[in-house]
């Protein structure tokens, strides 16, 4: 039986560490699939229609690995990544808006185009963390692909390590080291700034950034951040601030 044809079985079809490989996804009923344990290998997900009937394919009791499967183009904001895996996996122009990446892993995967408000974490977070199956004391995250995204209030959390990426070359990003001690000492330098509200723009960025980075010591940014309180002229004078050499 071909997964295709699991749109026309009445019911929910439960897999159970099941290799899918090379199938053209976009013909299933996914919304009656519930894979657990399962491997995707080089399955097309493109123009899926991804809700909260899909979930269970992402959130199985056992994780789920996709290797080599595309999702370019796929709406993927109703969905959570949960703790799946994904390989070598396409995801260009792909939708994944205030996703909260808190326990899925993501190896040698290719983003392009807009990513928007979302959160990576290097390391197991949240009321599932403790319940992985596999459990893991890291989320592994390396060689992924980000130098044609635009990245917009995209962080990257809890020990990711940011030298194992590729990111755009474009002057609108910086990647700074040491970010604790940066922030301590650009706080000394702006509490000199003679404008009030200059100074205390600045200072409030550099507390939400203190906060944002607390287990992360390596970070990339977008220098000027939009759709912010901040100003675009105090951000850009924080971070230089934070950049200059230590």
């Known amino acids: 039986m ?13 897999l159970e560490r099941t290799t899918i490989a090379d199938v053209d996804l976009r013909q299933a009923e996914l919304s009656e699939l519930a894979p ?9 997900f493109r123009g899926v229609t991804f809700d909260r009937r899909t979930r269970p394919i992402f959130r199985a009791r056992e994780r789920n690995v996709f290797h080599e499967c595309r999702f370019d183009g796929v ?8 703790a799946s895996r994904f390989e070598r996996c396409s995801f260009d122009r792909a939708d994944i808006t205030r996703w ?15 990513v928007q408000d979302v959160r990576f974490y290097g390391r197991p977070w949240g009321p599932t963390a403790a319940t992985l199956e596999p459990p893991r004391a890291a989320n592994e995250f390396r060689g992924n692909d980000f130098r044609e995204a635009d990245l ?12 194992k990426q590729r990111w755009p070359e474009s002057g609108d990003y910086v990647r ?8 301590t000492r650009a706080r000394a330098g702006i509490l000199g700034w003679k404008d009030l509200e200059a100074r205390n723009e600045a200072l409030a960025m550099l507390r939400a950034l203190s906060f944002l980075y607390v287990q992360q010591e390596e970070i990339v940014a977008r220098r ?23």
């Open 2 to 14: 071909s997964i295709a044809e699991v749109g026309s079985i009445p019911g929910i079809v439960r």
């Open 36 to 44: 657990s344990g399962c491997v995707f290998e080089k399955c097309d």
């Open 75 to 82: 709406d993927l904001r109703a969905i959570d990544p949960g």
């Open 100 to 114: 909260n990446v808190t326990t899925a892993e993501f190896v040698d995967c290719r983003f392009a185009g807009t």
């Open 152 to 163: 917009v209030r995209v962080a990257f959390l809890m020990g990711i390590d940011v030298r």
């Open 176 to 183: 700074l080291d040491r970010i604790h001690q940066r922030l």
């Open 224 to 246: 000027v951040e939009p759709g912010t309180s901040t100003p675009a002229e105090i951000q850009s004078r924080v971070w230089e601030a934070l950049a200059a050499t230590l």
